[in-house]
Every structure is written in structure tokens, then in C-alpha cells.
């Protein structure tokens, strides 16, 4: 099953977000296939962020992070760029990292489905 990770484009995308009501155009997303999330998940990616924000991504569960300071803070941490990641892994790695500078420049938030 693919995971899907959201920002809201803006403040209208993010309360059509809370009502199911958002379209493809107002998001911007990454979708993970199983297999890349296995292997993310592996490496401890996720695990991290929750100790360093206090979050509760999980893996049966969605989560969203809207404190902006949170996620500047996952920003300025090093997981985006330790050395043992995978070229795969990098990659869908940074595209997070830009998802969440993006919910940062919009002051909105990132969402979890998974």
C-alpha cells in the first residue's frame, strides 16, 4: 500500500485537508511505494524525527506536524544527510526534507497518511 506524505499548499488547502476536501492542486505530496517505505523505515528515519519533535509517526497511523518551530528544528538536525543512506533512500529522503521546507516557507504543516 502506498504512504502518502502531504503539505498544504496554503491555509485554504490545509483546512479543505482537515475536511477531506482538498484537491490534488493544493497539495503537494510524496507518495512512498511499500517497498521504499520498508526500507526507510528500516534506517530509522521516522523514529528519529519523533524523538527529536515529540511526534508519533507510526506506522498504522496518520500524524501531521503544524508547529513550524518543530519542523525547523527537524531542518536544522543532521537525519537528511547521514552518510549511510542509500542513493534510493537519499532520494526520497531529500524529497521529504523539501516537503517540509516547504510547509515551513507556507506555514502550514506536513501530514502522514500511513
Known sequence: M???ITVPKDRNAMDALDFDQANENQLLELRISKEDFDDIWKVGLFQEIN????????????ESINDIESLQKL???NIFSRADYTPRQTEIINHLKNLIIAAVDRNTGIFFYF
Open 75 to 77: 531542518l536544522d538536525s
Open 51 to 62: 524523538q527529536i519533535i515529540n511526534s508519533n509517526i507510526d506506522i498504522a497511523e496518520d
Open 2 to 4: 502506498t504512504k502518502i
